[in-house]
């Protein structure tokens, strides 16, 4: 039963058998309607020929939601009480995401982004009224500070954010790229003297949920492109090798991240802000799969006005960038010889060199990419083989 109000003190990091909560997989699941929207505008903007503005929109705005999303969950890991104030601001900060959600269209076709920003603003706030909340039951001085660090860095640095509505177009990239370093300073100063008490394992589940719906969005848009060219242009044949390339990236995709236990390399602050902050690649690429199979559909079927290497690339890139993320991410941690450690590198570089296969680019990419999973699976069972074992 939830109790209106509760300390909102620091769980332990050493606690047995910390899993996400339900309030922590609904957050998730209202998050992926601003990434569907973010992958929807990056496919009408690589269709209609601006892959260039597309992406680099794409890319910020992503940013917005991936930052949001890893603040939340970083900050639920140390002091989730799941008290009905703790539930309400939560619902609070969901609500921001749904705005920012709204403003992506905008954003993309108007460079207009005042309403992303209204719902950052709502985002923050909330997230800024729990870190004064955590520094007002604070059980020491440093932990006090460390909350107050992290409430005032927010605030300011979502004041410098107000800079992307008012400079000149072209220097909106320079502004993006200041403010997002700025943000990421920010848990780099809270916790320079003292970390906060987030939990390895449950950071590691949080991140791979995540990493699974996102992925599920791939597949759901996907799909959704592929019926809707069946239906409309009676595309079944020019379709289905799509399909079934698409498929394999994304099951091979889920297996490589999850071969190998993400948690083990969460051993102090210093790791887990370069786990935590990699995953913008790793997360991005990963939706923007979903969003090139949508691309390759639309040229398939005649809708894009783009060549179909343009179009192949916009799935070939994010899959060879995926790859490559996680492996310097943490799957190169826990590969041991040359062969193993050149698996995931070499099948980047494969997957980009299906771009050129024309209409079997995707399906090509797929087989790669399930080869991968396959030499991967053979090499670790042949390293785990006993010496001497026939």
């Known amino acids: ?16 058998h910390r899993a996400s909560t339900p309030l922590e997989l609904f957050f998730d699941l209202c998050f992926v309607v601003a990434v569907a929207q973010a992958g929807a505008s990056l ?40 008290d009905v104030l703790y539930r309400v601001i939560t619902f609070v900060q969901i609500a921001g995401v ?37 520094a007002h039951h604070a059980g020491s001085a440093a932990e006090r500070t460390l909350c107050r660090r992290y409430a005032g860095g927010v605030l300011v640095v979502q004041v410098g954010w107000l800079a992307l509505l008012f400079v000149p177009e072209g220097a909106r990239p320079w502004v993006f790229l200041v403010m997002a370093l700025a943000e990421m300073a920010v848990p780099l100063y809270a916790e320079k003297d003292t970390p906060s008490a987030w939990h390895p394992h449950h950071i590691a589940e949080r991140y791979g949920l995540f990493t699974i719906i996102v992925l ?8 959704v492109a592929v019926k809707s060219g069946i239906a409309e242009h009676d595309a079944l044949n020019e379709l289905l090798p799509v399909a079934a390339g698409g498929l394999l990236i994304v099951f091979s995709a889920w297996w490589i991240y999850f071969v190998v236990p993400a948690h083990d390399r969460l051993t102090d602050s210093r790791q887990g802000f370069l786990w935590g902050y990699g995953h913008y690649v790793i997360l ?12 390759t559909v639309e040229e398939a079927v005649g809708k894009a006005h783009i060549s179909t290497l343009a179009a192949s690339a916009s799935v070939t890139i994010p899959t060879a960038v995926f790859l490559l993320s996680v492996w310097l991410l943490h799957a190169r941690h826990f590969k041991t010889g040359l062969a193993q450690q050149a ?43 006993p010496a001497g074992a026939g």
């Open 1 to 16: 039963m939830t109790r209106s109000f509760l300390p909102l003190t620091a769980r332990s990091r050493e606690e047995s």
């Open 43 to 82: 496919v009408h903007a690589i269709a209609e020929g601006h892959a260039g503005t597309g992406v680099l929109n794409y890319a910020m705005v992503f940013f917005a939601v991936w930052w949001a999303w890893m603040n939340f969950s970083w900050f639920a890991s140390a002091y989730d009480n799941d």
């Open 98 to 134: 749904l705005v920012l959600a709204a403003g992506v269209s905008r954003a993309f076709e108007e460079h207009d982004f005042l309403v992303v920003y209204l719902g950052y603003v709502v985002m923050r706030l909330a997230l800024a009224s729990q870190w004064l909340r955590a």
């Open 216 to 223: 599920g969005e791939s597949v759901a848009a996907a799909t």
């Open 284 to 295: 991005m690429s990963a939706a923007a799969i979903g969003a090139g199979l949508e691309v």
């Open 343 to 385: 698996v995931l590198p070499g099948s980047a570089l494969l997957v980009l060199l299906c771009s050129f296969a024309g209409r079997w680019a995707v399906p090509a990419a797929g087989l790669v990419a399930a080869a991968t999973v396959a030499v991967g699976v053979t090499l670790t069972a042949r390293a785990a083989r």
